[in-house]
């Protein structure tokens, strides 16, 4: 058995674009359940918005989203989490920086870091805060 997280991001009537940004950026798989399609219209603020979505890259990435339903609070918190994006190839993390950056709030510009050959983070159209690095073993000192 494995066992894997996947991060669920919470949206108030934007999960819809929130998810189509996030396939365009790692490609794959991208489904989109509506109240209106779950029979649940009448929780939404409006029935067209997302009851579940996913998008799965080509290389394991998978994302989860929803419109928080119309009678139910929402507040994104400020950095109430991060998604961190790591690789071993900063060739890839380079060009998946350069997707997620469209429209984004620049942090920390891509460089090399005390535990990464390459570490970035940005906040994204969305107020969704990457955390982008290279993986490298980790050597106590």
Do not use: C
Not at 88 to 114: F, M, T, Y
């Amino acid at each position: 058995m494995s066992i894997r997280t996947v991060t669920h991001l919470n949206f108030r009537g934007n999960a819809r674009a929130a998810l189509a940004f996030y396939h365009n950026v790692f490609k794959g798989q991208q489904t989109l359940v509506t109240y209106a399609q779950a029979g649940r219209a009448h929780e939404a603020a409006d029935p067209e918005h997302i009851i579940w979505g996913q998008v799965t890259g080509d290389d394991g990435i998978a994302l989860m989203a929803y419109d928080v339903p119309a009678g139910l609070d929402w507040n994104p918190g400020q950095q109430a989490f991060f998604v961190s994006l790591r690789g071993d190839d900063a060739d890839v993390i380079r060009a998946l920086w350069k997707e997620l950056a469209d429209g984004a709030d620049i942090l920390h510009v891509p460089a090399p870091s005390q535990w990464s050959p390459l570490y970035g983070m940005l906040r994204d159209r969305f107020g969704v805060t990457w955390v982008v690095d290279v993986m490298v073993p980790y050597s106590p000192t």
